[in-house]
């Protein structure tokens, strides 16, 4: 009975080993895209869209940390895209309640806020292969800059500016 | 003062990650994350060929580690995704 237990077993755990190999090894064949209640956004579609979170940056060489405990889109929406082509959407975030941590107790951003410049997005993959985690890469629609910040290098403190470290 | 350069975030979250035939899904809330360890670059693709894209945010030429988890939705939609 125990060996028929065995045998039962280690078919069981060669089945699973496979399927989990299968599973690593799928390959997309297009996109990625996006689905809206269950089809596929087409080219030149868009919808509407909202989010909210945090984020936050930090320069380790220097300690620096600023975190922005609200995030909110605007002017946000998602596109749709045919055959092999990515999904793409388009964002402005604003960040909001920024704090900096480790550039001096006295430094912090104007007004607790930070505005990127419009967004692009585009879906991806980590591999070559088409396999593995979906990425969402996010830069400056047109040139470099992602935001700006106003101002984490002046506060008046006694009469006196207070200059932050960076 | 500005950053510079772009991020890549994970969609998913660390415990639900979005892969390949991996919890590819509809739902009505849907996220992004960024790893411990976010990826560097990204492949994109464009009429069926892929572009491999390195993109990291900068401050004064220093490199910026992010974080942070965003939950997107649709306004007008009750359950949407991000399929291959």
Do not use: D
């Amino acid at each position: 009975m125990r060996s028929m237990f065995r045998s039962v077993f280690a078919v069981l755990a060669a089945t699973l080993a496979l399927g989990a190999l299968a599973a690593s090894a799928q390959a997309a064949t297009e996109g990625p895209f996006y689905k809206v209640s269950g089809t596929r956004l087409a080219s030149g579609s868009t919808k509407v869209l909202t989010g909210k979170g945090f984020f936050e940056f930090a320069n380790k060489g220097l300690g620096v940390l600023v975190s922005c405990h609200k995030e909110a889109f605007s002017s946000a929406k998602i596109a749709g895209s045919t055959g092999a082509n990515a999904g793409t959407l388009e964002a402005t975030i604003e960040l909001s309640e920024c704090e900096v941590e480790g550039n001096g107790p006295l430094c912090t951003v104007e007004g607790g806020k930070i505005k990127t410049t419009a967004l692009k997005g585009t879906l991806g993959y980590a591999t070559s292969t088409r396999t593995g985690r979906l990425l969402l890469l996010l830069k400056p629609a047109t040139g470099s800059t992602f935001a700006t910040v106003s101002s984490w290098e002046g506060n008046i403190a006694n009469g006196t500016e207070i200059r932050c470290r960076s | 003062m500005s950053l510079l350069g772009g991020v890549i975030a994970a969609l998913g979250t660390s415990t639900k990650p979005v892969e390949v035939g991996l919890n590819e899904a509809q739902a009505k809330v849907n996220s992004y994350s960024f790893p411990l360890s976010p990826p560097a670059r990204i492949w994109t693709e464009s009429a069926g060929s892929l572009t491999e894209v390195h993109s990291g945010l900068t401050l004064n030429g220093s490199g910026l580690a992010v974080a942070g988890v965003t939950e997107l939705e649709l306004e007008s939609a009750p359950e949407w995704g991000i399929f291959t």
